[in-house]
């Protein structure tokens, strides 16, 4: 995974006290490389304690605004959200990869459209990237936004947000929900079925809804999934990226004893293993040292998608790539275990 580039951090804003946002700069050479639709997400690098870490997050910026700009969360026993949150300064430099994710909208200044997104507590980065571009960029179409978290005080952008409101009052709908505090013109509690009912059945019932965005924890996606179908809302309409995944993958490594011949292609060059078929394909990579592009390794971000050329494998779990895609022979490395005598994994043709 060779296309990292050491971007050094123009600006750092406390976005709460268990937030921050982090701006790149980046070199007139890199802009193209350096570009990115509304959604997606870059790569982070550094090593801690001698320890190589990559994390990914989410853009909260838009295409046109000039700016690369994510914001981190600090997570409790989290590794580089610590150091983010309290060490890291502006001028320093981190290693960055181009941006990249399906998570995206496409914008189109003819369209006139209803979009709505179920967005919870960091969750809200990538959908601000696409609220703000299509605020910006269809001028004849509407945003309806429903943003959970647990207080006012932890609502990540909840500033820039009521700003944006103003600005545009017939065009974007926010509707706050706090689950440990009642506010004034707010929901308590959680996204849940209710929620999105209110939303589809009451207060914006007369919206014709074209596109949903969920990005969150991965029971509120599958809840507000689910009420969607019950609403004969159809999958195509709908998009989601995890920011957590549960761990309950399948298990199926307990069934996989024999071993595999692997050959890996990544960055036009070949590596040929023998690996236990219950051995995740990306670890083994990882084992032997070949650059293999990833970031989260928890089958939540898209960075370590691969094509089977040969063979078959299986994934432990999967909540990203579409039937189509499966069937094309991509599979998130990440999950994947060997189940044919001889594999080839292509890092390269996707």
Same mark, same amino acid.
């Given at each position: 995974?060779?296309?990292?580039?050491?971007?050094?951090?123009?600006?750092?804003?406390?976005?709460?006290?268990?937030?921050?946002?982090?701006?790149?700069?980046?070199?007139?050479?890199?802009?193209?490389?350096?570009?990115?639709?509304?959604?997606?997400?870059?790569?982070?690098?550094?090593?801690?304690?001698?320890?190589?870490?990559?994390?990914?997050?989410?853009?909260?910026?838009?295409?046109?605004?000039?700016?690369?700009?994510?914001?981190?969360?600090?997570?409790?026993?989290?590794?580089?959200?610590?150091?983010?949150?309290?060490?890291?300064?502006?001028?320093?430099?981190?290693?960055?990869?181009?941006?990249?994710?399906?998570?995206?909208?496409?914008?189109?200044?003819?369209?006139?459209?209803?979009?709505?997104?179920?967005?919870?507590?960091?969750?809200?980065?990538?959908?601000?990237?696409?609220?703000?571009?299509?605020?910006?960029?269809?001028?004849?179409?509407?945003?309806?936004?429903?943003?959970?978290?647990?207080?006012?005080?932890?609502?990540?952008?909840?500033?820039?947000?009521?700003? =944006?409101?103003?600005?545009?009052? !017939?065009?974007? $709908?926010?509707?706050? +929900?706090?689950?440990? &505090?009642?506010?004034? #013109? %707010?929901?308590?509690?959680?996204?849940?079925?209710?929620?999105?009912?209110?939303?589809?059945?009451?207060?914006?019932?007369?919206?014709?809804?074209?596109?949903?965005?969920?990005?969150?924890?991965?029971?509120?996606?599958?809840?507000?999934?689910?009420?969607?179908?019950?609403?004969?809302?159809?999958?195509?309409?709908?998009?989601?990226?995890?920011?957590?995944?549960?761990?309950?993958?399948?298990?199926?490594?307990?069934?996989?004893?024999?071993?595999?011949? =692997?050959?890996?292609?990544?960055? !036009?060059?070949? $590596?040929?293993?023998? +690996?236990?078929?219950? &051995?995740?394909?990306? #670890? %083994?990579?990882?084992?032997?040292?070949?650059?293999?592009?990833?970031?989260?390794?928890?089958?939540?971000?898209?960075?370590?998608?691969?094509?089977?050329?040969?063979?078959?494998?299986?994934?432990?779990?999967?909540?990203?790539?579409?039937?189509?895609?499966?069937?094309?022979?991509?599979?998130?490395?990440?999950?994947?275990?060997?189940?044919?005598?001889?594999?080839?994994?292509?890092?390269?043709?996707?």
């Amino acid at each position: 995974m060779s296309d990292f580039h050491a971007l050094t951090i123009q600006d750092i804003t406390r976005e709460t006290e268990q937030a921050v946002s982090i701006t790149f700069g980046v070199p007139d050479a890199l802009k193209e490389t350096y570009s990115f639709k509304a959604g997606q997400y870059i790569t982070i690098k550094t090593t801690i304690d001698g320890k190589e870490v990559r994390r990914a997050y989410s853009l909260c910026s838009t295409p046109q605004s000039g700016n690369l700009k994510v914001a981190v969360k600090e997570v409790e026993g989290g590794t580089f959200s610590v150091l983010a949150n309290n060490k890291l300064t502006v001028g320093q430099s981190l290693e960055v990869h181009p941006p990249e994710g399906k998570f995206i909208v496409e914008p189109n200044g003819q369209n006139a459209k209803d979009y709505a997104a179920f967005a919870a507590g960091s969750g809200i980065t990538p959908v601000l990237s696409i609220v703000k571009t299509i605020l910006e960029e269809e001028p004849k179409s509407r945003f309806v936004l429903a943003y959970g978290n647990r207080t006012v005080e932890e609502t990540i952008f909840h500033k820039e947000l009521l700003e =944006l409101q103003l600005q545009y009052p !017939d065009r974007l $709908f926010i509707e706050f +929900i706090y689950s440990r &505090k009642q506010e004034t #013109d %707010a929901h308590f509690g959680r996204i849940e079925k209710a929620t999105v009912n209110f939303i589809l059945k009451n207060k914006f019932k007369s919206h014709d809804f074209d596109q949903f965005f969920l990005c969150g924890p991965e029971e509120m996606i599958n809840g507000v999934r689910t009420v969607l179908e019950e609403n004969g809302i159809a999958k195509e309409k709908v998009k989601f990226e995890l920011f957590t995944s549960s761990d309950d993958g399948e298990e199926i490594a307990e069934s996989l004893d024999g071993q595999t011949n =692997l050959k890996i292609i990544c960055d !036009d060059e070949e $590596f040929e293993l023998v +690996i236990p078929q219950n &051995k995740i394909i990306l #670890d %083994a990579a990882l084992d032997n040292d070949i650059d293999a592009p990833h970031s989260c390794q928890g089958g939540i971000c898209s960075s370590c998608i691969a094509r089977v050329t040969e063979g078959t494998a299986v994934m432990r779990k999967n909540q990203i790539l579409t039937d189509d895609e499966v069937e094309e022979g991509l599979i998130l490395t990440c999950q994947a275990l060997a189940t044919s005598t001889n594999l080839v994994v292509d890092f390269d043709d996707i």
